[in-house]
């Protein structure tokens, strides 16, 4: 009889030790793929300061050349920076899940417009599929081309780390302003375009 309750002791204490082992081994789980996250957020900061090297050849900053690329819109047509050489460009970086991108949407397009004869505008999104972007410009009623960034390699060249960022690049091909944040009725986007044509 006093072998029984030593068995059952027994037992039970194995079944606290794998709850014991388990509950180790998940929180080591949970830690490893937290400290996954964290170095991929770290990389992700880090790729984008490194590269001193092309940053100091290529820095964004006003009356230095803006970077030329080529990149495919949402109508499928090849879109090349330097092919707009002697016209004044205006690049505006956004995506769908920007709340102050969608804000200041309509002012840009409506100054793409009033302008599109003397200024060339490119909408780049940055990290969105196509079928995104068209659901979007569907849904807001625009039908303008949007030049598709999934890569992230366009934005990653201009250095854009938020958004909304819009640049505008005289006939010259330089960087004549630049506007890291939100376009509002204050900031006299229309002046600046008028200044780089």
Not at 58 to 75: H, L, W
Not at 115 to 135: A, P
Request: proline share 4%; with cysteine.
């Amino acid at each position: 009889m006093h072998n029984k309750p030593q068995s059952m002791d027994t037992n039970s204490a194995q079944q606290d030790g794998q709850k014991k082992t388990g509950s180790k081994i998940s929180r080591v789980v949970t830690m490893l793929i937290a400290l996954a996250a964290l170095a991929t957020g770290i990389w992700a900061v880090l790729a984008n300061l490194s590269d001193s090297d092309s940053k100091s050849r290529n820095p964004i900053r006003t009356g230095v050349e803006a970077p030329d690329f080529t990149a495919v819109n949402s109508k499928g047509e090849q879109v090349k920076l330097s092919d707009y050489r002697g016209k004044a460009v205006m690049i505006n970086f956004w995506a769908s899940w920007c709340t102050p991108c969608v804000r200041e949407m309509p002012l840009v397009h409506e100054l793409a417009q009033q302008n599109q004869n003397k200024v060339e505008t490119l909408f780049v999104n940055v990290g969105e599929s196509k079928g995104t972007i068209n659901e979007f410009m569907k849904s807001h009623q625009f039908d303008f081309p949007v030049i598709i960034d999934a890569t992230g390699k366009v934005s990653k060249l201009y250095r854009i780390t938020g958004l909304p960022a819009t640049m505008v690049i005289d006939q010259a091909g330089q960087f004549s302003h630049i506007l890291l944040g939100e376009l509002t009725e204050d900031i006299p986007l229309q002046q600046w375009l008028e200044e780089s044509m």
